[in-house]
Structure formats: structure tokens, C-alpha cells
């Protein structure tokens, strides 16, 4: 079945570090590709999404691209805050499987300190 | 101007006992979602309706009875509960089931079972 693998974490990063989070996936059809961030007690939040190869999204300074040669969507920041210190979730959402069913990889914890 | 709001919050009970989630949404979406994160932060979709039929539903144990009144309100009744049920419970909607929509999630549920 289709799957998402992500770089296990925790990351920890000095603030205005490079930041990059590795997300390569598994999948029969087409899918879209999502990141999600999950700050502490809340839920997810889209942070952003590419639904064809080689797609660009881009949102608050985090960039990833759809790679389909090496079915990958890897994340990055150039200049990471404190405030970016959060769990961020790569998932895939297959059109093949007729329904928007989200398949997440096991999220990767960001610290990010002063 | 909440967008998908759950309730309760936190939910504390004794193993046996039966409890309901409660989950609406007010972003005229027509698809909504429940998943379940674990102690580890794996997050995996239990069910899914769309105008109020069910379209997903994963392989979750028959104590698990999702029902929705209306597109804007999906509610969890959980049966009998065990131990392995301690876990967050997010509600998410989204406009569509077409797999390119991004997903809006809930604040969760945190379920313990003492």
C-alpha cells in the first residue's frame, strides 16, 4: 500500500539555522503531497502542498518540492525561528484511491533554541 | 470563528465505559475525518463521511461508531473502552474527497483510560 517515510527526529537546530526534513513516499497512483505542522496542544495545520511533479509550494518560508523521479518532498527553511519548533507530518493523499484518504508519515520533531 | 471545533477537550473514564466525541465544523465543507494519534504522534484515518455517507473505514474494532447527523457535524461513540484507546482523536474536514484539498483539523480529543 501506499506509504510516507520521513527522517526520524528529534531535529534541533540553533535559530537562523538551514533546516531540511527529509520525506520520500510509496504510492500506485498520482498522489498530492501535503506538509502539516503540529504546534504543541493543537491540531495540524496545513503548511503547504504540491499536487503534480515538480510543483513548488511554499509558505511562510518553508519550501518543498515534488520530486517524482525520487518520489520525494523534503522540506526546507532557510533561516529557522524559535516559533518554527514544532512536530511537522509529510503525508500523501492518492486521487487514484478515489478518496481523499491523507496517509502520513510519523512526523519529525523540530527544536529549534535561542 | 472557531473552524473545527471538538468537545470535550480532555476525557478521563474507566476502562468499560462507553463515551462520545463530538466534532462540527463550520466551513460549509462536505467531507469530514476522524483520525487517531498515538502515544508516538503516528497518526492514522479511522473513518470518513461525505454528505453524511461513510466512505471510509478502516479496519477499526466495531466498539468505534461514527454518526453523522449532518454534513457540518461528524460525532465518535466509543463502546466498552479498553486501555488501548488512550490516545488523541482529531475531527478534520475538507471540501471534496478529490485528494488535492487540503484537510482542516480540530485542536483533538485526548482520551485517557485509567
Known amino acids: 500500500g501506499d506509504s510516507v517515510t520521513q527522517m526520524e527526529g528529534p531535529v534541533t537546530l540553533s535559530e537562523e539555522a538551514f533546516l531540511t526534513i527529509n520525506c520520500t513516499y510509496t504510492a500506485t497512483g498520482y498522489p498530492s503531497l501535503f506538509w502539516y505542522v503540529q504546534y504543541p496542544g493543537e491540531g495540524l495545520q496545513l503548511l503547504l502542498k504540491?499536487?503534480?511533479?515538480?510543483d513548488k509550494g511554499s509558505n511562510k518560508g518553508f519550501e518543498a518540492t515534488y520530486r517524482k523521479e525520487t518520489t520525494s518532498f523534503h522540506l526546507e527553511k532557510g533561516s529557522v525561528q524559535v516559533s518554527d519548533s514544532a512536530v511537522y507530518f509529510c503525508?500523501?493523499?492518492?486521487?487514484?484511491?478515489?478518496?481523499?484518504?491523507?496517509?502520513f508519515g510519523a512526523g519529525t520533531r523540530l527544536a529549534v533554541h535561542p | 470563528d472557531t473552524a473545527v471545533s471538538q468537545t470535550p477537550k480532555y476525557l478521563v473514564t474507566q476502562m468499560g465505559n462507553d463515551k462520545s466525541i463530538k466534532c462540527e465544523q463550520n466551513?460549509?465543507?462536505?467531507?469530514m475525518y476522524w483520525y487517531k494519534q498515538d502515544s508516538k504522534k503516528f497518526l492514522k484515518i479511522m473513518f470518513s463521511?461525505?454528505?453524511?455517507?461513510?466512505?471510509i473505514n478502516e479496519t477499526v474494532p466495531n466498539r468505534f461508531s461514527p454518526k453523522s447527523p449532518d454534513k457540518a457535524h461528524l460525532n465518535l461513540h466509543i463502546n466498552s473502552l479498553e486501555l488501548g484507546d488512550s490516545a488523541v482523536y482529531f475531527c478534520?474536514?475538507?471540501?471534496?474527497?478529490?485528494?488535492?484539498?487540503?484537510?482542516?483539523f480540530g485542536d483533538g480529543t485526548r482520551l485517557s483510560i485509567l
Open positions: 503525508a500523501l493523499s492518492d486521487r487514484a484511491g478515489g478518496y481523499n484518504k491523507l496517509i
Open positions: 504540491a499536487t503534480k511533479a515538480d
Open positions: 478534520a474536514s475538507s471540501q471534496g474527497w478529490g485528494g488535492t484539498q487540503p484537510q482542516h
Open positions: 463521511y461525505n454528505n453524511k455517507e461513510l466512505i
Open positions: 466551513l460549509g465543507h462536505d467531507t
